[in-house]
């Protein structure tokens, strides 16, 4: 299975609001569907969103009809408008939005411009893939043989060109023979931990338990849980993570228990722009996410609904952030100056 690929000209993806039930994918070719994709949550994931972001550049860079680079550079940056706005958390997609606009200008052509972009976006593609790996095996030294891990939302190989960032650790933690366990949250309101992780880890044979988002105190306080691990759509200078809702207030029952917290996520998802969370833009979703579930309303009609997609989990909170770069630990301020430094 593969979450996207670029095919004969056109961006296939694998449409996760239909999974688990059904293994569907999707070509898309042009903006508007680009777009629609990763607002329904066809695409998702911090680090996918970033890959999804340059091949959709790719795609309105192609339609662009100029014959001057001075006026595909400007509807270049239009384009690149549209899909920045699809979701607002996400800094992924404004940095590999950022990178390709870079590799455009350098273009002698149009032409030159297009075929630089595609060759750029293939080579991000890849390139994800090679950093969740290196992720994988800097986190791995953070969990113990036996641990039972709690993880929240999806942050496997559906949220990423491939293999994951938090669930890439866990992953690479057991490929080194440690017997190890994990709790995965079922993510309200759209389930993507009971639908997409639920269906990861059955899928690799990882000894696994579903649990309501409610139930992980208790389950902390039973001493079931040895360690969380969660990824980041945005982190900030401080080391401050904006995650799927839900995230911090793991972080603070995990604080109660004494119970190590990590955030696992690219050198690409932090922010260094923001100096605090208190300034990270919150995605506000539709209200019938709440209301219901598959078609089915489960609330009053009528009745007044708040959707904010992520939270924002203080730096204090966090005991380390494994990146590709090594893993990073308090005074965050310094140990993420020094990561985003030129290797």
């Known amino acids: 299975m593969k979450t996207i690929e670029w095919v004969n000209g056109k961006l296939r993806i694998i449409d996760q609001t239909r999974l688990p039930y059904e293994t569907v994918y999707i070509e898309l070719t042009d903006i508007p569907d680009v ?3 990763i607002k329904s949550l066809r695409i998702r994931g911090a ?66 411009a297009v075929e630089s972009l595609l060759e750029e976006a293939k080579r991000m593609h890849s390139q994800d893939v090679a950093i969740n790996k290196r992720m994988g095996k800097f986190g791995a030294d953070l969990i113990p043989d036996g ?11 559906l949220a990423t060109a491939d293999f994951g ?15 190890i366990q994990v709790y995965a949250t079922e993510t309200r309101p759209l389930l993507q931990g009971a639908r997409l992780t639920a269906w990861e880890l059955m899928q690799d044979g990882i000894p696994s338990t579903l649990i309501t988002d409610s139930m992980a105190g208790h389950f902390m306080s039973k001493g079931a849980i040895t360690c969380a691990i969660v990824g980041a759509d945005r982190i900030t200078a401080n080391g401050d993570t904006a995650n799927k809702i839900g995230t911090y207030s793991l972080a603070v029952l995990a604080h109660e228990h004494n119970i190590p917290f990590y955030i696992a996520a690219p050198i690409s998802t932090i922010d260094p722009t923001l100096k605090t969370g208190t300034s990270i833009p919150i995605e506000e979703r539709k209200p019938e996410e709440v209301l219901g579930f598959g078609g089915v309303q489960t609330a009053p009609k009528g009745m007044r609904v708040a959707n ?19 893993i990073l630990r308090k005074p965050y301020a310094q140990s993420i100056s020094k990561a985003l430094k030129p290797a």
């Open 47 to 112: 680090p996918a969103l970033g890959v999804m972001a340059a091949y959709g550049l790719c795609i309105g860079a192609a339609k662009i009809d100029a014959s001057d680079k001075s006026s595909f550079i400007k509807q270049l940056e239009k384009t690149s408008a549209e899909i920045l706005a699809s979701r607002p958390t996400a800094v992924n997609i404004r940095w590999a939005l950022d990178h390709m606009r870079t590799i455009a200008a350098k273009a002698k052509t149009p032409r030159d």
């Open 308 to 326: 904010p997609a992520f939270d924002v989990t203080p730096s204090r909170y966090i005991a380390a952030i494994v990146t590709e770069r090594g």
């Open 147 to 157: 641990a039972t891990v709690l993880t929240h939302c999806n942050t496997g190989s």
């Open 35 to 37: 777009v629609e994709s």
């Open 165 to 179: 960032t938090a669930l890439g650790v866990i992953r690479s933690a057991v490929a080194q023979g440690k017997k």
